[in-house]
């Protein structure tokens, strides 16, 4: 369906539930969607959801939307999952499995995949032989999917981000949403090659460069009635750190606070709001 999420077009819900795992998942908006779903009899979010509203930990697949993509002819920018996540524990690869068929099948699509379980995506492109019984070819990524990970604070992104740029990914992005704390991602945004251009002390390891680094930023500060502070020089660090590195960055919303009142900002102005272009990063 389309999207009011400024940095994606279309979301796409082939699989849906969740359970909290960090400080950012404390407001969750999923959460609350699939609590009015649940009511309103839609598909699967009974069993998703408990009789409070709340995540059940249990996920399901809703195979009626699998296939979506599929009919959806003009070329999109599409966020997976958007009301749980994909790589939850209780998804079982098979599962995964059919989603990235469909995936590698609409190759005029970009799929965004998005997880707060990078070390599960891990074990997932790990067992290569499920992925290489989908795209029949031994070449991996595939181009036309990115995955990233979500880092509210910086205990989030030094444990999430390193695990995710050793998977293999077309692009590989962090959503830094909710901003919840000043932090820093510079060292995710340079190459080692780059790291050294700039410190001659740093030379060339025998096995040479690890020249992966993150291709795109998302930064958000919360939304909602019971948003918390996010300070606006907190993007502007990121936002630094991203010109620096020539990493796209798009600043999706921040906060003004006036006389003790947060009020929401969207896509505000003197703030990125940029792409990564299509070029592929093995």
């Not at 999420?5 to 998942?25: F, R, Y």
């Not at 979010?45 to 959806?72: F, I, N, Q």
Request: net charge positive; aromatic share 10%; proline share 6%.
């Amino acid at each position: 369906m389309m999207s009011k999420i400024p940095w994606t077009e279309l979301t796409w819900n082939p699989i849906i539930g969740c359970s909290k795992v960090s400080a950012g998942c404390a407001n969750c908006y999923a959460e609350k969607m699939a609590r009015r779903l649940a009511a309103m009899g839609m598909e699967g979010y009974c069993y998703a959801t408990t009789e409070d509203g709340k995540w059940s930990g249990k996920c399901t697949p809703r195979w009626s939307a699998l296939e979506k993509p599929l009919r959806w002819k003009k070329p999109r920018m599409i966020f997976v999952c958007s009301m749980g996540d994909l790589f939850h524990e209780s998804v079982p690869f098979e599962w995964i499995d059919e989603v990235f068929k469909v995936m590698v099948k609409c190759k005029h699509h970009t799929f965004q995949v998005l997880t707060k379980r990078p070390e599960r995506m891990k074990e997932y492109f790990t067992h290569l032989k499920y992925f290489l019984q989908i795209v029949g070819t031994s070449k991996l990524p595939a181009a036309n999917v990115w995955l990233g990970v979500t880092a509210e604070n910086q205990a989030m992104a030094d444990e999430r981000i390193p695990i995710l740029l050793e998977i293999p990914a077309a692009k590989r992005f962090v959503s830094v949403e909710p901003m919840l704390e000043d932090m820093y991602i510079g060292r995710y945004l340079l190459t080692d090659r780059e790291k050294a251009s700039h410190d001659t002390q740093i030379i060339e390891p025998a096995g040479g460069f690890n020249d992966k680094k993150l291709d795109w930023v998302i930064v958000g500060a919360e939304s909602g009635a019971n948003r918390r502070e996010c300070k606006p020089e907190w993007a502007e660090r990121i936002v630094g750190d991203c010109a620096y590195g020539n990493v796209p960055c798009f600043v999706k919303q921040l906060h003004s606070i006036h006389n003790g009142k947060t009020t929401l900002i969207k896509m505000p102005v003197g703030f990125p709001q940029e792409f990564p272009d299509q070029k592929e990063r093995i």
